[in-house]
């Protein structure tokens, strides 16, 4: 693309002051993305039409949504107690299952990394079996842990858990197998044994990777943890969801205003640090 | 006698030694808070085991007749993700133009633009699902449009970042030359960008892929929403082979979209 973007600038004096078009275009163009266009588009009409989505209804249905929004924007701050205890439990629960995730993560990516035990059966099967964990959306660990544990912040922190678990596992044995063999091998000569490699060279190596993906996680955990409650855990996906199904549209417009807020700040954070980290 | 070589440097360490006091402060306050206790689980785990060994395993398939059923919720939820992804893209792809400052013929509300983006996506899809069943009814339609929203907001965000990483010498030598606003987007953006965008597109798809199944289990159809009534009504050993028939999706549309990320940016 770089090649492209030079030779755009190239202006061209033609000498009998003719208008001559100069190409822009990308010569090497890949022949595949048409392809792939096209697909796409067989591919979205066919899902179109197999949905049968009702449109005539759907549109007709479009000034309710205005309705609704406007019922949403009179704020109600009468229950403001009750919405500032979940929100609060929603941040802790997702504070909670990144920091049970990342010690968890950080040990079972142990496992995972390939340079770490140089076991090639034990990585494949723990890489294996995290891939299977992180398929399955989040909601449904949640719901499963839900009908073991019972109500309450421990489904949602054992839940959340599962899939993050999964993730950083992934990521991380990613980072730790970045780590140049030279450096495992030079203090595998002083005789250090496996553990002491792993804690002396590649896990601090790898913090400054951990410390960003952790907070991208963070992001991700959550809006799922604000979701959590809509399917039967407690927080401020609960509040929203009840107070909706209740059209008490005012207390649900403050509920979501304030995951908004949240997240938007945990972004704004994010964003300061990876800046200060790159 | 034994000395101790650091291995990293002085300023990082102290860094480092910030955010784990940092992490462990949270920790304490949060599982004060929600009196979340690891003992707790650990002492129910003869519960969580047989939970696992008795209701769940072996899985075990649906009854014959529900299994037509099942394969075509499967077809609805990636067909929820393909389309509504595909047709978030196009609108994403306008909004984004007037959404980048160096690229909009409007640059003053490039801002309003992207912060329009940025509301949209910080409230999760679930919830506007929810704000949208209460105003549009239950249905599959009602999903599509949850998706849409996040991943609309989602693209016009990346590929607001695509342009301004790609395209600014270009767009600004055509801007000299006298180009308008579709020359310009046709003839510097499009190609400069395309393999980019086409490749958030991918990921999208992918994210979809599971958002949609959330959606469904909210009242949004498919497969998701199989499951959950499978689990609602205690059939555990059915609800794990759907689960796996969900993983199973999940990680032939991540292989897929692998390999055609690899021959787009080729």
Not at chain 1, 35 to 63: C, T
Not at chain 1, 124 to 150: D, E, K, Y
Not at chain 2, 37 to 46: C, E, W
Request: glycine share 6%; proline share 4%; aromatic share 12%.
């Amino acid at each position: 693309m770089s090649v492209n973007s030079k030779e755009n600038i190239l202006v061209l004096n033609s000498p009998k002051n003719k208008p001559k078009r100069i190409p822009v275009k990308c010569k090497q163009t890949n022949r595949f993305i048409p392809v792939f266009l096209i697909g796409v588009v067989v591919l979205s009409v066919l899902s179109l039409v197999y949905l049968e989505i009702d449109w005539i209804k759907m549109f007709s249905r479009i000034p309710q949504i205005g309705e609704v929004f406007w019922d949403l924007g009179h704020l109600d701050f009468a229950n403001i107690d009750l919405i500032f205890t979940s929100l609060i439990e929603t941040i802790s629960i997702a504070v909670l299952s990144l920091l049970y995730s990342l010690i968890l993560g950080i040990i079972f990516g142990m496992f995972a990394a390939r340079n770490v035990f140089n076991i090639p059966f034990l990585s494949v099967i723990t890489q294996s079996f995290f891939t299977f964990l992180r398929a399955v959306p989040t909601p449904v660990w949640v719901l499963l842990m839900l009908v073991c544990l019972g109500m309450g912040p421990q489904a949602g922190v054992a839940g959340l858990c599962v899939h993050t678990t999964a993730f950083f596992t992934k990521s991380f044995a990613q980072s730790f197998e970045s780590i140049p063999d030279e450096t495992i091998e030079a203090l595998e000569v002083t005789g250090a044994n496996k553990l002491t490699v792993f804690t002396n060279a590649i896990l601090p190596a790898a913090v400054s990777q951990i410390v960003a993906w952790a907070g991208m996680r963070l992001e991700t955990n959550f809006s799922e943890c604000a979701i959590l409650g809509m399917v039967g855990a407690g927080g401020i996906g609960f509040v929203i969801s009840n107070s909706l199904q209740g059209y008490d549209y005012g207390t649900a417009g403050v509920a979501i205003l304030l995951v908004f807020i949240v997240a938007y700040c945990i972004e704004r954070i994010f964003v300061r640090i990876k800046k200060k980290f790159a | 006698m034994k000395k101790r070589i650091p291995l990293i440097a002085h300023d990082l360490k102290r860094l480092y030694t910030a955010f784990i006091i940092t992490a462990l402060v949270l920790f304490v306050v949060c599982s004060f808070l929600t009196e979340f206790n690891v003992m707790t689980l650990i002492a129910n785990s003869d519960a969580f085991w047989e939970f696992i060994t008795e209701d769940f395993f072996p899985p075990a398939l649906p009854k014959t007749s529900r299994i037509p059923g099942v394969l075509s919720s499967v077809l609805v939820t990636l067909a929820l993700a393909m389309s509504s992804t595909a047709i978030a893209a196009v609108l994403a792809f306008f909004t984004a133009l007037f959404g980048s400052e160096k690229v909009s013929p409007f640059p003053r509300f490039a801002k309003v633009v992207r912060g329009f983006a940025t509301f949209l996506r910080n409230i999760p899809a679930l919830v506007w699902a929810f704000i949208l069943f209460s105003s549009l009814g239950i249905g599959t339609g009602v999903g599509f449009v949850a998706l849409c929203i996040t991943s609309f907001a989602f693209m016009v965000r990346a590929f607001v970042e695509t342009m301004e990483d790609v395209s600014q010498d270009c767009v600004e030598s055509l801007q000299a030359v006298g180009a308008t606003f579709p020359q310009r987007v046709s003839q510097a953006i499009l190609p400069s960008c395309l393999s980019g965008f086409l490749s958030w597109f991918l990921y999208c798809v992918e994210v979809n892929i599971r958002a949609s199944t959330i959606v469904g289990m909210v009242g949004g159809g498919g497969v998701g929403l199989t499951l959950f009534s499978y689990i609602k009504s205690f059939q555990y050993d059915i609800a794990f082979s759907i689960i796996l028939l969900i993983a199973v999706m999940v990680i032939a549309v991540d292989q897929i979209t692998g390999k055609l990320r690899k021959e787009i940016l080729k």
